[in-house]
């Protein structure tokens, strides 16, 4: 394998996406980052985007916040493609191979069927696989 020298190698080294912020944009994750009521991974997202808005490289970003290189730049990718909105998405989309399934609560469970004074929760048991069958 032939070696290439260092500068084209430095060269085609991938580089983080800057990100510029205007002062709203700054507020509003500053205000996610600190909130009380915000999601810590909301926070994070933020504390991500606005520590890349300074400048700072992804392992740099990783080590301050305790998280990988890849997720600094996961976030980092996400909010330049996608703006703040992004941020807040907590959904995963799933394959299409992946049916999802739904849950039927009953209205009635077996603990809640034994409480009854009359009712000993042997008795609520076979109730409730009465109703299951």
Known sequence: MKHMPLRY????MRRAVAINLNESERQGLEQL?????VSVRLAERAAIVLLAAEGRENQDIAAELGI???KAGR????????G???LRKTHRVRDENH???SITVAPWSAKRCGRRPQARPT?????WRRRQG
């Not at 980052?33 to 009521?37: D, P, T």
């Not at 976030?75 to 996608?82: G, H, I, K, T």
């Not at 008795?123 to 109730?127: I, K, P, T």
């Open 9 to 12: 190698v430095v060269e085609f």
């Open 33 to 37: 980052k600190r909130g009380r009521r």
């Open 68 to 70: 990988t290189r890849q």
């Open 75 to 82: 976030w980092r990718r996400r909010y330049v493609e996608q």
């Open 84 to 86: 703040l909105p992004v």
């Open 99 to 101: 049916e999802s399934t």
């Open 123 to 127: 008795g609520a048991a076979r109730r």
